[in-house]
């Protein structure tokens, strides 16, 4: 079956220690999402690439980059992780970025800081 | 700004009818999405409305007015399973979506 994967499911890493998530897709999809979710909250964009144009949202900390190798792969590099970066962090996928275009998810990467 | 409200929570009986409310301010509008997630996972897609009217998918519907920036999400025969937070999404001019915090829906037997 086509699909998001992302590993590792539960990421846990020290205060200042870099960590990196990745995320795979098989949909062949063009464009890539990073989201970071907190409880209770909104899911909130932190990059997006259509194919390899790379987008990164305003207000996204420095603390946080992407790569994308190439159209299956993305990861998502936090280079030094504070508490407040303890989140799900959400892949998602989608065919084109237009109107109707459905964003798919993987099963997400539960950071956690200590 | 942008802006998508939605209630925090609901609660509702097994095998009955639930409706959950969306009321959004957008830049633009380019289309709604509605995304069910359970506790701990990802979401995924319900339904998407772009044109005014109702949009049925088996127990599930969605419905959209654009002039009056509202949306729900019905839901019918309620199942335990249905137990999750359901999340409103509207995509603004510049395709960006702009997502509701969510509204946990708690199924009681």
């Known amino acids: 079956d086509a699909m998001v994967i992302q590993n590792p499911r539960y990421q846990v890493t020290q205060f200042g220690k870099p960590v990196t998530l990745s995320c795979s897709q098989t949909?062949?999809?063009?464009?890539m999402y990073w989201y970071q979710q907190k409880s209770s909250q909104a899911p909130k964009l932190l990059f997006h690439y259509y194919d390899k144009d790379f987008n990164n949202e305003a207000d996204t900390p420095d603390n946080f980059q992407s790569r994308r190798p190439n159209t299956s792969f993305c990861f998502l590099d936090i280079r030094s992780p504070g508490l407040g970066d303890a989140a799900m962090y959400l892949c998602?996928?989608?065919?084109?970025?237009?109107?109707?275009?459905?964003?798919?998810f993987g099963p997400g990467t539960r950071l956690t800081v200590l | 700004g942008q802006n998508i409200d939605q209630p925090t929570e609901m609660t509702a009986t097994e095998g009955a009818i639930v409706q959950i409310n969306c009321t959004y301010q957008t830049s633009g509008f380019n289309g709604l999405f509605w995304y069910q997630q359970h506790a701990g996972e990802a979401p995924t897609f319900l339904s998407y409305?772009?044109l005014d009217g109702l949009e049925e998918k088996g127990r599930f519907s969605s419905f959209l007015s654009r002039s009056k920036g509202y949306s729900y999400l019905l839901l019918k025969e309620l199942q335990m399973k249905d137990s999750a937070s359901y999340l409103c999404a509207v995509r603004d001019s510049n395709y960006q979506l702009i997502w509701g915090a969510g509204t946990k829906l708690i199924i009681k037997p």
């Open positions: 998602a996928t989608s065919g084109t970025g237009g109107a109707s275009d459905t964003q798919y």
């Open positions: 949909l062949n999809h063009n464009v």
């Open positions: 409305n772009v």
